[in-house]
């Protein structure tokens, strides 16, 4: 157990439709990070957030959006969604604001647009 | 643009040495990471290597060339468990970039 939760585990909807995922860190790390995992594109880094602040960006589409809040925990939503936004979406948390920290990634929200 | 190749897949015995390549090309390279990824699960940290030369965890080294856009992952007295996905990632560019590669699927075999 990474110290790491996300919710939801699954999360099935339908093309259009817009989803939020939710993230906590470890208890005192200050980054949170998102990434996409799907079986055509493998492992993709979206987003990092540093004490609430944009930090990094990847290959994050403009209808996707994340914010991270006062307690640190943060949010992923995906709008306008389409079948190939189905993927695996792992968050990861470390204590400094550096890409290159140890990440601690949680166990994946595995979302199905049908 | 990026570019980073890894074999798709491995195959090794158990307690034997496997090596894992990863090749890049990009602009302005900071650094590279391997993860561990066992099937149905996370991603989790092996190494993230800067200066040129081998750093070694354990059973677990990483080596990497700088000028020649080239890393490896050596796993030395393979065991049943180390059977995963291996992802190597280059950190580019001033906004940190993170690019991973397709992995590289290992199999141990008794």
């Known amino acids: 157990d990474s110290g790491v939760t996300q919710t939801p585990k699954h999360l099935i909807t339908a093309t259009g439709q817009r989803v939020t995922l939710r993230c906590s860190p470890r208890s005192g790390d200050l980054s949170v990070y998102w990434y996409q995992q799907s079986l055509d594109q493998g492992l993709q880094f979206l987003i990092q957030y540093y004490n609430g602040e944009e930090r990094a960006k990847g290959n994050i589409l403009e209808r996707f959006s994340a914010q991270q809040f006062p307690d640190l925990h943060s949010e992923l939503n995906l709008s306008s969604l389409e079948l190939g936004d189905s993927a695996l979406y792992f968050c990861?948390?470390?204590?400094?604001?550096?890409?290159?920290?140890?990440?601690?990634f949680g166990p994946g929200t595995r979302l199905t647009v049908l | 643009g990026q570019n980073i190749d890894q074999p798709t897949e491995m195959t090794a015995t158990e307690g034997a040495i496997v090596q894992i390549n990863c090749t890049y090309q990009t602009s302005g390279f900071n650094g590279l990471f391997w993860y561990q990824q066992h099937a149905g699960e996370a991603p989790t940290f092996l190494s993230y290597?800067?200066?040129?030369g081998l750093e070694e965890k354990g059973r677990f080294s990483s080596f990497l060339s700088r000028s020649k856009g080239y890393s490896y992952l050596l796993l030395k007295e393979l065991q049943m468990k180390d059977s995963a996905s291996y992802l190597c990632a280059v950190n580019s560019g001033g906004y940190q970039k993170v690019t991973f590669g397709t992995g590289t699927k290992l199999q141990v075999i008794p």
């Open positions: 290597n800067v200066l040129d």
């Open positions: 990861a948390s470390s204590g400094g604001e550096w890409v290159t920290d140890t990440q601690y």
